[in-house]
């Protein structure tokens, strides 16, 4: 692949016409600027071969975050037939609704500024984070199978939250359809101790404060008033997820020969959508995404709890409301509108989230006329945005918009590139604190290593997929 | 040649490039290779034993199955593996012992999880005068 087989359609979209086996074109959302690095890192090419996998429909799509994936870019979006297409557990990724949610407090940051060093080391201690960074919550696999067929709602209902933080999370906290059965002992022993822990990676929880509001009636819906202190949490499902990721490749790698589907690359192993190795997978991969709705309710409690110790039991019952809980790792059925047709289709989300429009009867009632509440992580160092879905995106992208900043640096070179610096004083010289389990960790996450993710919301908000609601500078960080 | 691990860029995650005169080596530094991305084990002591036994289609997959089952083992009971003595390899079974050190408060230097091994340009081959294997895990 080389930059000229892009065609520029418009100055944030360039699309891969079809050739050779591809079905559909590969459109990517980018600048121009950002083509060169999408076509060097293989991006673009993955993007391409994602167009040739059956039943695909309209396009295969980039988003501006996309980078190197395995099989599928991350940053990638597509959508198959639910009668002719394919699910692929590559299209998902190992870590299942991997996700963020957003919390907003009753505190404003002026007041918070001699708690935080306090704040942040009593959540460093009490969320477990890192490697063998195991939780105080340790479930059979009996219990785990309740945990994984109602999500959220298990952890709500053993007194991990509240029963209003449901609603605003995507899917309500809980995928239907999920099938125990369909998972292994392996991915229950991996998950028995992870709930309510972070992991390591990319993985974080971040004390900020909105810095900048962009669309005031819809940060007043969300309750993101200006300064007012937020709380984020990134993480999905653990080993539990990632078991589950590798058992049904090996599945898929046969029904690739079984149902005689041809790949450009064995990582775009699939089943079609109608045989029984795709349903067993669409109803494991529930379960991991319900183990991650759990996991992320888990910690918000606990974050809760700290909050309450360290700043005094708040008058509203608590410090923190959740704003919203999305996954950006998922493949999900959906209806989605096609030349006037109302059709089914299994739309598969890999580093990119639903960025549904106004009026979707998927929304919490609160969000109906805003749209969607779409979560970009930025990096440690800089900034993180709240977008909202957009009708152009449901028209365009079946509902879609970027993840975040997207990598520009490998862990190798990031970790050249903070030899002899200290990250930590870096950061505190910026008014940040972080605390991690291990100084690599911190090379590796550190804020060069990823692109500006200003860059990535501002193509997508140019593209209309998305509209930007708050900006969210970080206070203080935790990293596995 | 004695066996070499050389450590390659992917732009999200990492691979190594283990290079060994024999088999069994490959297998024995590919573990090591991906347990040095885990944590620093250089002053840990043994004390814990546990037998591993994989089998696989063919030698790519079984590359694949060691390691992903080694992952298991210290992502489930909290043990950084150390010493390995496989006993019995063929292209498609593999019969080890490992010995490991549990992971308790601050006794072991770590890095970073690894998610999965991925099948991601795995490779497994034969050079002529040495083994290489390819692999790329998910961070």
Known sequence: ?480 | MKPKIEYINHTADIGLIVRAPELEQLFVYSAKGMFSLIADTTSSTPDEIRKINVTAEDIVHLMHGWLSELLFVHETEHIIPIEYKISELTERSLIAVIKGCTIQHGNIRLFREIKAVTMHNLEVKFNGTYWEAHVIFDI
């Open chain 1, 1 to 480: 692949m080389n930059i000229d087989q892009l065609h520029k359609v418009k100055d944030w979209l360039w699309e891969i016409p079809p050739s050779g086996k591809m079905r559909v074109p590969a459109r990517i959302y980018a600048t121009e600027s950002m083509l060169e690095q999408i076509v060097e890192d293989n991006a673009a090419q993955q993007t391409a071969n994602v167009a040739e996998l059956p039943g695909i429909v309209r396009a295969s799509f980039a988003m501006p975050d996309i980078h190197s994936g395995y099989g599928f870019p991350i940053g990638g979006v597509a959508a198959f037939d639910i009668n002719e297409g394919i699910v692929s557990p590559g299209g998902v990724g190992y870590d299942i609704n991997c996700g963020v949610r957003l919390l907003v407090s009753d505190v404003d940051a002026r007041d918070i500024a001699g708690h935080l060093s306090h704040l942040i080391d009593r959540l460093f201690s009490t969320i477990p984070c890192g490697v063998g960074g195991g939780g105080n919550l340790v479930l059979k696999k009996a219990e785990l199978q309740k945990v994984v067929s109602s999500g959220a709602h298990w952890a709500v209902e053993h007194g991990y939250g509240i029963p209003e933080d449901l609603q605003f999370i995507e899917e309500s906290g809980c995928m239907d359809d999920s099938a125990p059965e369909s998972v292994s002992d392996r991915a229950y022993q991996r998950g028995a101790d992870q709930l309510g822990t972070l992991g390591s990676g990319n993985h974080f929880l971040e004390i900020g404060f909105v810095a900048e509001v962009f669309d005031e009636a819809s940060a007043k819906t969300m309750g993101l008033e200006l300064n007012r202190i937020t709380l984020m949490i990134h993480t999905g499902s653990r080993g539990f997820g990632h078991q589950i990721c590798d058992d049904y490749l090996k599945i898929m790698d046969k029904a690739v020969r079984k149902y005689g589907i041809s790949l450009s690359d064995r990582q775009l192993a699939c089943a079609p959508l109608t045989s029984p190795e795709a349903q067993d997978y669409l109803g494991a991969m529930r379960c991991a995404a319900n183990f991650a709705f759990a996991n992320r309710q888990i910690i918000a409690h606990l974050t809760r709890q700290v909050f309450d110790e360290v700043l005094g039991k708040s008058a509203g019952g608590t410090h923190l409301k959740t704003v919203y809980d999305i996954a950006h790792n998922i493949a999900k059925i959906e209806v989605h509108e096609i030349d006037g047709e109302k059709r089914k289709f299994c739309v598969h989300r890999k580093g990119a989230t639903r960025a549904f429009g106004p009026g979707h009867p998927e929304l919490p009632p609160l969000y109906k006329n805003i749209g969607q509440p779409v979560l970009i992580p930025g990096d440690m160092g800089r900034y993180s945005y709240v977008l909202v879905g957009t009708q152009q995106a449901m028209e365009e992208t079946f509902g879609s918009a970027c993840h975040g900043a997207g990598r520009v640096m490998s862990r190798h070179q990031a970790i050249k590139a903070g030899r002899g610096r200290d990250i930590t004083d870096e950061l505190r010289e910026k008014g940040i604190i972080v605390r991690a389990r291990s100084r690599g960790t911190l090379a590796e996450e550190m804020s060069d290593a990823y692109k500006d993710v200003s860059g990535v919301v501002a193509t997508c908000v140019k593209a209309g997929l998305t509209r930007k609601v708050v900006q969210i500078k970080p206070l203080a960080c935790i990293k596995g």
